[in-house]
Each structure stands twice: as structure tokens, then as C-alpha cells.
């Protein structure tokens, strides 16, 4: 029992120092720092550098990884975050989305995507303190966490430079008027947040005595989740919030087993999300975010498509494989249509009713899990399946975000991205059902007229009208009067509740059936392939989904073809640079938001 209290302890030192970096940014950026998790990967990747390749002592290693981190994150916002200003609040928060993408896979490249081993750089000693065994890694932890929470402490209270970042955090506005350089404080205090996020990544590999590509990630959320425990705005309830995160996973690992543990982070940020948004020491004045959705929707220059231009386009399309025989082409179209399907199942939640979704692969993989588990197991026909699918996709969709549709802004985009990340890992734990990391195989072929639908040109076919249905029943809803309460609150939730349009319901109904639609493409991408596991299901489909989303318009129905055939077939077209297509998305991604935030077509 008290081991398992000890290494909680260490573990909550690390996520403290993470929240510590949460709390800073947003206080003074009012931002919610996606990028932060791979700032503690690349922390760990440059000690690891300093330690094995060049033989630097660990205690400099720590020194300069926080350096190098601190320098990342005054670059990042330097050129990535400050052009962003002025512009809607959502834009940042997409923009550090890009940016995690990019860095996470420059790591791989840089450093292979396998794990790295780390020699062991602290003596396994351990002190009996009053009858409990303490590890001295366990104790280095503790001290440098705590040591640097003091530190900040000091430097918060007792320079001037730290006057200057709380005034910032306080009012920006009032900082400005007062002569505070407001620009220059957002440097500093992402330097001071990426550089504890740096020391944060080396100290886990030096605890775990490796460093992995993906590690970020996790660690990233599972700060996040501490520092929304603690409270968004306090940097002290980020200290609390880590420990009592930390010690909460080593227990619930030890209870319910270490493949439980990633998930207890995600349902922690749920639960406070629904019932304690403002943490335990936040205030709740923080949660009143403008969702910031108006630089998106506003009106621009944009390409317009003209509806006889879509009906020549669909019919060339049909035709195409009575023209043209060449099956790997028809297969990536497939794979293509089929993620428009997710695309506009996003551009229904996103697009309508203005509500960022950061977790619709998670009901792409209800949808493909549903008529997988049906089909092979159960021997119901296909066609059965489908809109079982998408009827135990949108249910389930409605039901477990309602409760996150109390909050507004960023906060929504972050708890679809927990909600996501819980029904991965449910579809990876839950093993009687889903047959656990080994996903499930054989999966039958779609049927039609006692014909199994396998050739990549039939299957085309199949996706087409389907996809194209979608597209015609999301284009007759934004007409109707659903459509306009949708973009209502889009454009402005208060006024729209002075109308008796009420907003929370509305928001559910419209993720019901985006999540429908999603676990209708999820059913088809499972019949296609034959073969699906949790992997295929994870966040990073959803970022996918949400730069061809953004990519190609977010209120644009005709934009999310564009962007899931841009997405998905042009790096065919560039096999060589196979490995760098995630780069490429997040740099694409990065450049729709800075130039082209409408994307490339028009919408309602």
C-alpha cells in the first residue's frame, strides 16, 4: 500500500510540473497549450541525446533539456501562436493541435520511432523511513519538483518579471495599459512552461530508464487532466492536482491492472469537467471562454462551387470505373470517401453548430467494432449491421457528451478529446467483447444480390452513394429549421437561448448524429479492410479528420470531399514521403489557419 503511495508521489511530482506549464500558459494566453506533451517528448529525446551519444552528467543533461525545451516554446509562440492574434480564439488552439502532430513525428524522424533505452543514472538505493522502502529515484523526483515549484514560486512573487506575468494572467488588457509588454511576458512564460515540460520528459526516462516517441502524449493529458484537478488558473492547484492525479492512477493501476492506468487521467478530466470545472482552487470566471468560432465563419473569399458543377462531378465519379481500370487507385478513392464520411459527420458538429470535436474517431471505431463484432461473430448480414452501427454510434455519442456540453469553448473540444481517448481504451481493455489488442479479423465481405462486394471499383461504388447520401441528407438538414437553431449557436449561444433555443440539447442532438454518421463510415472502413483493432481509432484520426475538415471548409459540405481526397490521396501521390504525411498535415494544417481560416470552400 504505502509503495504504491510513493510511486504516486513521484508520478504526481511529474504531472505537477506539467500542470505547473497548463496553468501558466493559460493564465496569461488564455490558451489551452496542445503542443505542451510533446515538449515533455522532446525534453526526454534531448537529455537522452546528452546523456548516451555525448556523456553529459544527467544533473546537466536536466539543465540544458529544460533550456532547449524553454527556447522551443518561446519559438513556438513567437511564430506560430503570436501572428494568431486577434483572430478567434479557436485559432490557437487548432494551431498547437498542427503543432503537436508536427513535433511528435519530427521526433521519430529525428530519433527513429522505436524506443530508446536509458542507462540507469541514479544508484537503485533504498531507505527504510520509518518502515516504508523509498526508492532515491523516488526521492530525486520529489525534490527537483518540489524544488521547482518553489523556484517559480519565488520568481512569481518576488521579481518583478513574475509581477509582471501574474498582472498579465490577471488583466491583459490593464497589464497593457500600464506599460507591461504583454507580448514579451507570453514569451517568457511559454519558455518557463515548455522548459518545465522539458525537465518533466528527461526525469520520466531517467524513473523508467527509457524514452519513447509517444510518450508525450499521455503525459500531456494526464497534466492537463491535473492541472483542470487543481484548478486552470492556479499554479499551486496545479502542484495539488498532480500529486492527487499521481496518486490516484498507482492505485487504480495496482487495482484494476497497468492497462487501466492511461485511462483513469482521461475519466478524472471527464468527471471534473462535469461536475467541478473551475478544479479545486480555479476560479469560475475561467470558464467563461468565447468559443471564438466567428473568424471561421465570417465572410471571406472562398471558392465557390456551383450545385450544377457537383452534379457533373458525381457523375463522372460514377462512371469513372467503367472507364478507367485500376484497382490500388480505387482503393485509395475508397479509403478517401470513406473519410469524407468522417469529415462531414465533423462538419455537421463543427460546421453547424460550432462545437469542436477532438474525439470523433472514437465513434468511427463504436461504428467499425458494432457490425464487426455482429458479422463475425453473431453471422447478421452486413446490411443489417450498418445502421446498427450508426444507431449504437449516435446513441452512445449523445449520451456520453451531454454531460460535457455544460462547459463551452476549448473546454468542449478537450473533453471530446478524452471521450475519444476512453472509448480507444475501452475497445482495447474490454477483450471478451473485442478481442483486446488483437483486434478481430475475417470480417465478411458486404453483400449485394448474392454477390460479396470485394473488388476495390465495387466497393468505390458502395462508398460513393453512400458518401454522397450523407452529404444530401447534411445539406437538407442545414436548410431546415434544425439546421438555422444549429448555426444560431454557432454564431452567438446567448442570443439564441433569448429565442427558447436551448442550446444544450441541440449541441447533444447535433453530436448524436454526427456520431451516427461517424460509426456508419467506421462499419464501412471495417468491411473494407476485413481486419480493425483500438489502434486504428486513436487521436490522431481525429486530428486527421479535423485538418480535412478545416482544410476543406468547417460549415462546407463539398469542402469535406476536397479535404479527405487531398489528405488521402495526394501522399499517394508521394509514396517516398510516406513517413512524413503526419508533418505534412500539421504544417498544412498550420498554414489553413494562418491564411486561409475559412478554408478552401465556402459554407453557410
Known amino acids: 500500500m504505502l509503495d504504491h503511495l510513493i510511486n504516486g508521489l513521484a508520478l504526481g511530482n511529474i504531472y505537477a510540473l506539467i500542470a505547473i506549464g497548463f496553468a501558466l500558459i493559460f493564465g496569461v494566453a488564455n490558451l489551452i497549450n496542445f503542443a505542451h506533451g510533446s515538449l515533455f517528448t522532446w525534453g526526454a529525446y534531448i537529455g537522452w541525446t546528452l546523456i548516451v551519444v555525448l556523456g553529459m552528467p544527467w544533473y546537466l543533461a536536466l539543465v540544458v533539456a529544460a533550456l532547449g525545451c524553454g527556447l522551443l516554446g518561446i519559438l513556438i509562440e513567437r511564430l506560430a501562436l503570436r501572428p494568431l492574434a486577434g483572430g478567434p480564439p479557436i485559432a490557437p488552439l487548432l494551431s498547437t493541435v498542427a503543432l503537436s502532430v508536427v513535433l511528435d513525428q519530427a521526433v521519430e524522424r529525428i530519433w527513429t520511432p522505436d524506443p530508446r533505452s536509458l542507462p540507469a543514472q541514479v544508484p537503485a538505493l533504498v531507505f527504510n523511513v520509518a518502515g516504508v522502502r523509498v526508492g532515491l529515484p523516488d526521492l530525486l523526483i520529489a525534490a527537483i519538483g518540489l524544488t521547482s ?88 492547484g496545479a502542484v495539488v492536482g498532480g500529486l492527487l492525479l499521481g496518486v490516484g492512477e498507482s492505485f487504480g493501476a495496482a487495482y484494476f491492472g497497468n492497462t487501466y492506468r492511461q485511462m483513469i487521467s482521461f475519466v478524472v478530466l471527464i468527471l471534473v469537467l462535469m461536475f467541478r470545472p473551475s478544479g479545486l482552487f480555479g476560479e469560475r470566471s ?7 468560432f466567428g473568424g471561421f465563419f465570417a465572410t471571406g473569399r472562398t471558392f465557390q462551387i456551383r450545385p450544377r458543377w457537383l452534379i457533373g462531378i458525381a457523375v463522372v465519379a460514377l462512371l469513372l470505373p467503367l472507364i478507367l481500370d485500376e484497382p490500388y487507385l480505387y482503393r485509395v478513392f475508397t479509403v478517401a470517401l470513406i473519410f469524407a464520411i468522417l469529415a462531414l459527420s465533423l462538419t455537421l458538429v463543427a ?47 449523445a449520451f456520453i457528451t451531454y454531460p460535457a456540453l455544460r462547459v463551452r469553448g476549448h473546454y ?8 475519444g481517448q476512453i472509448v480507444a481504451f475501452t475497445l482495447l481493455n474490454w477483450e471478451s467483447v473485442t478481442n483486446g489488442p488483437m483486434g478481430i479479423t475475417r470480417i465478411p465481405a458486404i453483400s449485394l444480390f448474392g454477390f460479396d462486394i470485394v473488388r476495390p471499383s465495387e466497393f468505390y461504388w458502395l462508398a460513393l452513394v453512400i458518401a454522397v447520401a450523407v452529404a444530401l441528407l447534411l445539406w437538407q438538414l442545414s436548410r431546415s429549421h434544425l439546421g438555422r437553431s444549429w448555426r444560431a449557436i454557432r454564431e452567438d449561444e446567448t442570443a439564441a437561448l433569448t429565442v427558447s433555443i436551448r442550446a444544450d440539447h441541440y449541441k447533444a442532438l447535433a453530436f448524436g448524429l ?25 487521436a490522431r484520426e481525429s486530428i486527421l479528420t479535423l485538418t480535412m475538415v478545416v482544410l476543406g471548409g468547417m460549415s462546407s459540405i463539398p469542402g469535406a470531399f476536397v479535404g479527405a481526397l487531398a489528405l488521402i490521396g495526394i501522399p499517394e501521390l508521394f509514396r517516398p514521403l510516406a513517413d512524413y504525411r503526419y508533418i505534412l498535415y500539421g504544417i498544412l494544417l498550420l498554414l489553413v489557419i494562418r491564411y486561409r481560416p475559412r478554408g478552401l470552400i465556402g459554407g453557410p
Not at 412 to 419: Q, R
Open 514 to 538: 454526427s456520431a451516427a454518421i461517424a460509426g456508419l463510415g467506421g462499419a464501412l472502413i471495417a468491411h473494407f479492410y476485413g481486419y480493425i483493432s483500438y489502434d486504428s481509432f486513436l
Open 286 to 292: 475561467a470558464l467563461s471562454i468565447d468559443p471564438g
Open 351 to 397: 460546421g453547424q453548430a460550432g462545437q469542436i470535436s477532438l474525439g470523433h474517431a472514437g465513434f468511427f471505431g463504436i461504428g467499425a467494432y458494432t457490425s464487426a463484432i455482429l458479422t463475425t461473430f453473431q453471422g447478421y448480414s452486413p446490411w443489417v449491421t450498418l445502421p446498427l452501427a450508426a444507431l449504437v454510434a449516435g446513441l452512445v455519442g
Open 149 to 236: 515549484a518553489a523556484v517559480l514560486w519565488l520568481f512569481l512573487t518576488r521579481t518583478k518579471l513574475g509581477w509582471a506575468v501574474r498582472a498579465t494572467a490577471q488583466d491583459r488588457d490593464a497589464a497593457l495599459q500600464m506599460g507591461v509588454d504583454v507580448d514579451r511576458i507570453q514569451a517568457v512564460t511559454f519558455g518557463i512552461a515548455s522548459g518545465l515540460g522539458g525537465v518533466a520528459g528527461l526525469l520520466v526516462g531517467i524513473y523508467y530508464n527509457n524514452v519513447t516517441p509517444t510518450m508525450g502524449f499521455q503525459a500531456g493529458l494526464s497534466g492537463f487532466s491535473a492541472a483542470m484537478l487543481g484548478g486552470l488558473t492556479s499554479v499551486p
Open 412 to 419: 468542449v473540444a478537450i473533453a471530446t478529446l478524452g471521450i
